[in-house]
């Protein structure tokens, strides 16, 4: 089961317009596959070969799941046990499993940063994950293209049960609550000028 991609994202993915595409097609220089209904997509191995790469049998299949807080070990059993499912159905062997309790506002998670360090030294061929936001809370599009370049495809069960909804409202309430204390503090440093511009204008020459 491979990443499928239109082709305007897969034209994004490899720097090209997609009327290249379309004349790759025509010409057999890169082929499109066609769906049921004869929509066109590339998969995530023609940008391999694209890329001049080719699916390593050595590299693993890497499953990454994640909650916020240890409160909610009951999600992270009911994760784990859907992406075991997943894997199952899927015929994916998993080498192996990886899992943090943090924020997915923070990139600062033990395993997260281990993830990512492999994909940087080529060592994974798919990071499974249950939804986009149990790898990151946003950015996801950027790591997708950044796990693509290192031969690395990002497979999304995309479960919305698994994808908490208060879990989002916290991380929302801690964006509006850092760009409010900016703005208060702004405005205690803005009335600081003001009183000091005041205090200036009032100075006796010397």
Sequence with gaps: MQQAY???????????????????????????HRGPTGRRFYTHDQFLEYV?????????????????????????????????????????????????????????????????????QGQIQRIIVAHKDRLVRFGFEWFHQFAARHGTEIIVMNNDSLSPEQEMVKDLLSIIHCFSSRLYGLRKYAKKVKEALKNEAHRDPA
């Excluded at 239109?6 to 790759?24: D, I, N, S």
């Excluded at 693993?60 to 807080?69: G, H, I, K, L, P």
């Design 6 to 32: 239109p082709p305007r994202e897969f034209a994004k993915l490899v720097g090209k317009h997609v009327k290249t595409l379309q004349r790759w097609d025509r010409t057999g220089v890169l082929k499109a």
């Design 52 to 120: 001049g790469m080719k699916a390593d049998a050595s590299k693993m299949n890497v499953v990454y799941y994640r909650v916020s807080s240890a409160a909610q070990k009951e999600d992270m059993r009911r994760q784990m046990e859907a992406l075991q499912m997943f894997c199952t159905a899927s015929g994916f062997a998993v080498g192996e499993w990886l899992s943090d309790i943090g924020s997915g506002l923070s990139f600062k998670r033990k395993n997260f940063d281990r993830l990512m360090q492999m994909v940087e």
